[in-house]
């Protein structure tokens, strides 16, 4: 089992900056792939970025390169997200989740475990 705590959001200004934190629970936290994601109001749940249980392997939504940056650190079961130059398309309740195995996925349905969300908000 693996509980995991997002926090950090919050109200920003465009071009503005937050960082997100996800601590996992559990002591195999560094052989999960890990990932990100963000579901605006009246919107699917859409991937935004990955990391393997290595943190050699990061992928982006092509939205977000350039602007994001995921890392994670196993000593701490923290997974982090960096946004820099928010837009206000970027508004929306970000979840972390863990992957068992392998690679991380762009898929939600490949997750094992989610967190609970945090809003962010990028106000013009």
């Known amino acids: 089992q693996v509980q995991l705590v997002e926090s950090g959001g919050g109200l920003v200004q465009a071009g503005g900056s937050l960082r997100l934190s996800c601590a996992a629970s559990?002591?195999?936290?560094?052989?999960?792939?890990m990932g990100w994601f963000r579901q605006a109001p009246g919107k699917e749940r859409e991937f935004v970025a990955s990391i393997t249980w290595t943190g050699g392997d990061i992928y982006y939504q092509d939205s977000v390169k350039g602007r994001f940056t995921m890392s994670r650190d196993n000593a701490k079961n923290t997974v982090y997200l960096q946004m820099n130059s928010l837009k206000p398309e970027d508004t929306a309740v970000y979840y972390c989740?863990?992957?068992?195995?392998?690679?991380?996925?762009?898929?939600?349905?490949?997750?094992?475990?989610w967190g609970q969300g945090t809003q962010v908000t990028v106000s013009s």
């Open positions: 989740a863990a992957k068992s195995y392998g690679l991380g996925s762009r898929r939600t349905d490949q997750y094992d475990y």
């Open positions: 559990g002591r195999t936290f560094s052989k999960y792939a």
